[in-house]
């Protein structure tokens, strides 16, 4: 069993003579630790410097009086160092939850490979059984240690070379929540709009709105004053005076009455209907 670990202030002291010997002499038990643990998105330094905590903690902690050599157990200190370290660290996600935890994320792995490595389903209930967790623990723990994981300095594939971060940052298409707020806005537009018409009480004044100041290809003021019998400077008069209502409609309908935001039980059914 992994014996938990934690800092404490006596890690962060200065060695003392004894202590430098045992760093020489025992050092390299966590440089090859260190490359036995090491995952391609860790550096070997950061673990060899976990392991050489675990190394003082084991020389802190040691009884000669117990009858084990100083090397078994300073390993069992060095690799629980590491073993915490890669759990905490090694991932996005992380793989250590306490003893059960740190216990996956050593021993889990290999009886991956022992049991059948190829196999697309592993075994759950028996790699539950020869660890002595719940089955839940071990499906928790495989789902984060299978997980795919996205680094920002990797490419993403199919997108010629662009980074993860720059296909986030550099994309033009909305949100869906810029979308729903879009679809929200041109909603409240129609609804006031609607409103507006309805307090026109001219059929001049609606065909010009319709056709001039709504419209996506106004009417010509030309055409629009033979209609009326009226001259196209009288029809730009009108044209100019509903701009200025619509403005101020708008303006008062929206921006300083919020309660008529929610005048409607339905605002997506707005209509021109009167």
Request: aromatic share 6%.
């Amino acid at each position: 069993m992994v014996p938990a670990v934690s800092d404490t202030d006596a890690e962060r002291q200065a060695p003392d003579p004894e202590l430098e010997a045992i760093i020489r002499r025992h050092g390299g038990l966590a440089r090859r630790l260190a490359r036995v643990h090491r995952r391609n998105w860790l550096e070997e330094e950061d673990l060899v410097a976990e392991g050489m905590l675990g190394l003082i903690i084991a020389w802190r902690h040691y009884d000669p009086t117990r009858g084990v050599h100083f090397a078994t157990y300073a390993r069992w200190w060095v690799r629980a160092r590491i073993v915490d370290f890669v759990a905490v660290n090694g991932r996005i996600g992380s793989l250590r939850h306490g003893r059960v935890g740190r216990r996956l994320c050593c021993e889990l792995p290999k009886e991956l490979r022992r049991l059948d490595p190829l196999a697309a389903s592993p075994p759950l209930a028996e790699l539950a059984g020869s660890m002595q967790v719940s089955t839940q623990a071990v499906v928790e723990f495989l789902w984060v240690y299978k997980a795919k994981e996205v680094r920002i300095h990797q490419p993403v594939p199919g997108t010629d070379g662009r980074l993860p971060w720059e296909a986030v940052v550099g994309s033009s298409e909305p949100s869906p929540e810029q979308n729903v707020s879009r679809a929200q806005f041109i909603t409240e537009i129609r609804r006031s709009v609607a409103a507006f018409a309805c307090e026109l009480r001219s059929d001049r004044d609606l065909q010009i709105l319709h056709e001039r100041v709504l419209a996506v290809d106004p009417v010509s003021l030309t055409s629009l004053g033979r209609r009326w019998g009226v001259s196209k400077q009288r029809v730009s008069q009108i044209d100019q005076r509903l701009r200025r209502r619509l403005d101020e409609h708008l303006i008062e309908d929206l921006v300083l009455d919020q309660r008529n935001l929610l005048g409607q039980d339905n605002p997506s059914q707005a209509s021109w209907d009167c």
